[in-house]
């Protein structure tokens, strides 16, 4: 079973930058989906962006063309790049992979001026 470490949330302005970085304790190379996933207060979490082992990106309309998923198999690490944020990106960010335990504990990303 592997295990899955968010890092890099924190306290941003709006239109800044944050990058979040998924640590996972086992090699990923042979995980075949991983992604980012978010829970705003009273919402359900939901997707943000998905990334199989092969490429082909997805991602949520909400933050198509601000975010950048990326997977390094070599550093075991999951990236979500996000420039320009907003308010309403406030959330938990939780990590996903399609191995259990599935999620990671989640880091706390807040867009606030």
């Known amino acids: 079973q592997v295990q899955l470490a968010e890092s890099g949330g924190g306290l941003v302005q709006p239109g800044g930058s944050l990058r979040l970085s998924c640590v996972v304790s086992g090699s990923i190379s042979s995980i075949d989906v991983m992604g980012w996933f978010r829970q705003a207060s009273e919402k359900q979490r939901e997707p943000v962006a998905l990334?199989?082992?092969?490429?082909?990106?997805r991602y949520a309309e909400s933050v198509k063309g601000r975010f950048t998923i990326s997977r390094d198999n070599v550093k075991n690490t999951m990236y979500l790049q996000m420039n320009n944020l907003e308010p309403d990106d406030t959330a938990v960010y939780y990590c996903?992979?399609?191995?259990?335990?599935?999620w990671g504990p989640g880091t706390q990303v807040t867009v606030s001026s």
């Open positions: 990334i199989p082992g092969d490429g082909g990106a």
């Open positions: 996903y992979a399609s191995v259990e335990p599935f």
